[in-house]
């Protein structure tokens, strides 16, 4: 089974929607990351939490919203939904005690708002 | 300037060659490096931390350079599965920066 699990693994919303990505883990670490990636921008930050009470925005926060309920779960939300919110959304976990600030990612989320 | 630049490729080279990678990164208090490998549509893979030291794995070799801010990433003997992006990741405590990857795709 993998360590982090992200669902759904695909999505399609309409403009508009309220939309939660889900994110689990089961590596024990203290630090869950949400990132999205798009073509020839890679990789960008969304939000990221160091524990349940420590939720911090990132570089693209606006339009998302985070909760964290457990150690081992963090998920992400759209309140409401628009086009360019379309990408690749990775759920990351890191110990930054065990091994610096190592990423490691879930399988993605693939959405697509129309 | 970006926090993390990379050359966005593609780099096509034939099998056997030797290709290197280099990454330069802005902020000079940055205390972590590594490389990670992503495979189309794919999460990405931690390939390998890099150290002041530089360091080695097999057919991979990543070098650090605090004074010039830029990371590389040497691959000898290039084998089919190499074909994949390769991205420069660069960090502190709280979290880390990715380059948009460099495309690698590895010719018979």
């Known amino acids: 089974d993998a360590d982090v699990t992200q669902t759904p693994r695909n999505r399609i919303t309409k403009t508009g929607k309220r939309i939660m990505l889900e994110c689990s883990q089961t590596?024990?670490?203290?630090?869950m990351y949400w990132y999205r990636q798009d073509p020839g921008l890679g990789l960008r930050l969304i939000y990221y939490?160091?524990?349940?009470?420590?939720?911090n925005k990132g570089e693209i926060s606006d339009g998302y919203s985070v909760s964290r309920q457990a150690q081992a779960k963090f998920s992400l939300s759209l309140e409401s939904a628009i086009p360019n919110q379309t990408a690749l959304y990775f759920c990351?976990?890191?110990?930054?005690?065990?091994?610096?600030?190592?990423?490691?990612f879930g399988a993605g989320t693939r959405l697509s708002v129309l | 300037r970006k926090e993390v630049e990379q050359d966005p490729g593609p780099f096509n080279v034939p099998e056997g060659a030797t290709v290197a990678f280099n990454c330069t990164y802005s902020?000079?208090?940055?205390?972590?490096f590594f490389w990670y490998r992503q495979d189309c549509r794919k999460e990405p893979k931690l390939l390998m931390s890099?150290?002041?030291s530089g360091n080695e794995d097999g057919r991979f070799t990543a070098q650090l350079n605090r004074a010039s801010q830029y990371i590389s990433l040497l691959i000898r003997d290039s084998k089919l599965s190499d074909s994949a992006t390769y991205l420069c990741?660069?960090?502190?405590?709280?979290?880390?920066?990715f380059g948009i990857g460099t495309k690698l795709q590895v010719i018979p």
């Open positions: 590596k024990g670490h203290d630090r």
């Open positions: 902020n000079s208090a940055s205390q972590s």
């Open positions: 939490s160091f524990d349940v009470k420590d939720i």
């Open positions: 990741v660069v960090g502190g405590y709280q979290k880390v920066t």
């Open positions: 890099v150290y002041s």
């Open positions: 990351a976990t890191s110990d930054w005690r065990g091994d610096g600030n190592i990423q490691y």
